[in-house]
């Protein structure tokens, strides 16, 4: 069956743009979770949803970061005002309530 | 923040020996996984370790942990070139709802040379 996809898998924004980057969940996947990975390091949470509720988001680093997930299934995370410092990849992940989370191969971002 | 370290950050060895990761991490824990990501993919989650037990295999991997060191190895025996990956060690907390949060930590490089 399909896994988690997110788009684009690249992204080149100018500092100051916003940019949204999205994730498709595993179909039935109540749980989404939003990580970022900076060169070298390994993923740090940034937010967490159940369907469409939005139960944590102490990870996100400022309130330019955004996240949404409308319909309890596709969600997006937006960055305003892009800085250099955002350049990473972005994980999304889905799982059943407290089971295994499954990744999808990540958005790298670059701010130039 | 990272929960914890992976020790070495950079392995290399020859294809058919052992490879062995450790990692340390700093708070009390439910579980500890580890999942490997290859470059240009996602992380793949390779095994998880409860916070009673004290060591389980999954084909090629044997991952033990220490709770009293706040500690876990990952052994991968007989290794092959297709075993070359970053290897993150990851705790968990449990969420408001239910949701599991992973905190990784920094990760082991290693490569296996033919």
């Known amino acids: ?112 | 923040s990272q929960q914890g370290e992976e020790d070495p950050q950079a392995l290399s060895i020859q294809e058919g020996e052992n490879a062995t990761m450790n990692c340390s991490y700093k708070t009390s824990i439910n579980n500890l996984q580890w999942y490997r990501q290859n470059s240009g993919r996602g992380l793949v989650h390779l095994i998880l370790i409860r916070s009673n037990e004290r060591e389980k295999h999954s084909g090629r991997l044997r991952v033990t942990l220490d709770t009293s060191k706040k500690s876990s190895s990952l052994l991968i025996t007989a290794s092959r070139a297709a075993d070359t990956a970053s290897y993150f060690c990851a705790t968990d907390g449990i969420l408001t709802g239910g949701g599991n949060k992973l905190t990784f930590g920094t990760g082991t490089q290693l490569k296996v040379e033919l």
């Open chain 1, 1 to 112: 069956g399909a896994g988690v996809s997110q788009s684009p898998r690249y992204k080149v924004a100018k500092r100051g743009q916003d940019v949204a980057l999205r994730c498709d969940p595993i179909s039935g996947h109540v749980s989404l979770f939003w990580y970022q990975q900076a060169l070298g390091q390994g993923p740090e949470f940034l937010t967490y949803f159940q369907n469409e509720a939005q139960l944590d988001k102490s990870g996100l680093p400022s309130d330019r970061f955004f996240a949404e997930r409308p319909e309890g299934s596709v969600s997006t995370l937006k960055i305003q005002r892009t800085q250099q410092e955002d350049s990473a990849v972005y994980l999304c992940a889905s799982s059943f309530v407290g089971y295994e989370q499954y990744f999808g191969p990540g958005t790298r971002l670059t701010v130039t």
